[in-house]
């Protein structure tokens, strides 16, 4: 369970849409830089300036000048000419609620989710992999005790959150090894802690159907997650339970919270009509006893 998304993330994204495409001929790139524009606004930015736009985005600031006024002239963004400053308009707005709508999986999953941030009493999110992070997409909170900074548009690493990992290691490992080769330039030295924990989680995966993280990436935040393979070719799409480290321990993680969240994902993938591609022991009361 994480914050949202901020700038530096935002501009990894865009590096992430140049390097992908660098030389496809059908690749829009103007298009691109629009979009780029509107997914560097995070859920608690409020307006944004040029010069802030520009340096989330990597683009220049003359650049970008010209395609907030597109976006504003399109009802996509609002400019306040008190401030100079721009923030999304319901235009895009309603793009992101259409294409949450549409995620049928959200309405087959949510009563699961209900249940089970009940019985752990923590927060349950759903995410999807998006531009080389986990975008979260629905949120259960249950009755909690406690407070995460948490809400539908987060935006988390792969490498070293439960959330990102369960999406990892439910890739065909053509596209795990695509999204691996991008990591090292990002985490420096700390790459081969990174990547052992990301093996671990692999293992851990094949052996109890979830993945776990202790603090990896916030110290404040013990999670389990588990993945779940769409039947219709849809994605793959990721559940997670997290709370503070006195709340989760690392035996409840194992043993309570992380099979708690693989059960729901097995009943959620049968919901949607099953795949072939489950992994782990998914009988609940095995894992305890593992």
Same mark, same amino acid.
């Given at each position: ?88 308009? $319901?235009? #895009?707005? /309603?793009?992101?609620?259409? &294409? @949450? ?6 309405? +087959?999953?949510?009563? !699961? ?43 988390? $690493?792969? #490498?070293? /959150?439960?959330?990102?990992? &369960? @999406? ?6 053509? +596209?795990?090894?695509? !999204? ?111």
């Amino acid at each position: 369970m994480s914050p949202v998304g901020h700038g530096k993330e935002n501009g990894d994204f865009a590096e992430f849409a140049r390097s992908a495409f660098d030389g496809d001929r059908k690749f829009v790139a103007a298009l691109a830089r629009g979009l780029d524009v509107l997914h560097c606004f995070g859920a608690r930015d409020g307006f944004l300036g040029n010069l802030e736009i520009a340096n989330r985005t990597g683009l220049s600031k003359p650049t970008v000048t010209r395609i907030t006024y597109t976006l504003c002239q399109l009802g996509y963004l609002t400019h306040n000419t008190r401030t100079g400053k721009y923030q999304l308009a $319901p235009g #895009a707005i /309603t793009l992101g609620y259409t &294409a @949450l709508a549409n995620l049928g999986i959200r309405q +087959v999953a949510s009563p !699961h989710m209900e249940r089970v941030a009940e019985q752990l009493g923590a927060p349950v999110a759903l995410g999807v992999l998006y531009r080389g992070t986990a975008l979260y997409v629905a949120i259960a909170r249950g009755t909690a005790s406690f407070s995460i900074q948490l809400d539908v548009g987060a935006r988390v $690493p792969l #490498a070293t /959150t439960a959330i990102g990992r &369960a @999406l990892l290691v439910a890739m065909h490992d053509d +596209v795990f090894e695509g !999204h691996l080769v991008q990591l090292p330039k990002k985490y420096g030295d700390q790459w081969r802690d990174v990547l052992k924990h990301i093996e671990k989680a692999k293992r851990e995966y094949q052996l109890y159907g979830f993945v776990m993280s202790e603090g990896d990436w916030r110290t404040d935040i013990h999670a389990a997650a588990s993945p779940v393979v769409a039947a219709d070719g849809s994605g793959i799409f990721a559940f997670n339970c997290g709370a503070p480290p006195q709340y989760f321990p690392m035996k409840k993680l194992q043993k309570e919270v992380g099979p708690a969240v693989a059960e729901m994902c097995n009943l959620v993938d049968r919901t949607l009509g099953g795949t072939a591609e489950r992994s782990g022991i998914w009988d609940a009361q095995d894992v305890r006893a593992s």
